[in-house]
Nanobody, 114 residues
Framework: QVQLVESGGGLGQPGGSLRLSCVAS????????MKWFRQAPGKEREFIASINFSGAYTTYADSVKGRFTNSRDDAKNTLYLQMSNLTLADTAVYFCARWVMDLWGQGTQVTVSS
């Protein structure tokens, strides 16, 4: 089955860290660039990070640049999003997707609260 499954969300504290994972199955993960998006309550889904197929090239939205790090482990078919220095504004459902956005995960909730 071709799918992406996110995990690692939960409750984080302001200034704290969380790491999200996105496990791919059913396709050749190493051939695809990947992206992270998030959707906060009442807001549109927004792009936050991308990584190309080799992992050599990453991009970030200004809102997360310097705080979030995108990486991948092709041996584990897994994409990661390391989130640091969390703020209340990072509260959202986080999604991973293939580069052309033809496949999405179900999302994982991140709530930042003191």
């Amino acid at each position: 089955q071709v799918q992406l499954v996110e995990s690692g969300g939960g409750l984080g504290q302001p200034g704290g860290s969380l790491r999200l994972s996105c496990v791919a199955s059913g396709f050749t993960f190493k051939r695809y660039g990947m992206k992270w998006f998030r959707q906060a309550p009442g807001k549109e889904r927004e792009f936050i990070a991308s990584i190309n197929f080799s992992g050599a090239y990453t991009t970030y939205a200004d809102s997360v640049k310097g705080r979030f790090t995108n990486s991948r482990d092709d041996a584990k078919n897994t994409l990661y999003l390391q989130m640091s220095n969390l703020t209340l504004a990072d509260t959202a459902v986080y999604f991973c997707a293939r580069w052309v956005m033809d496949l999405w995960g179900q999302g994982t909730q991140v709530t930042v609260s003191s």
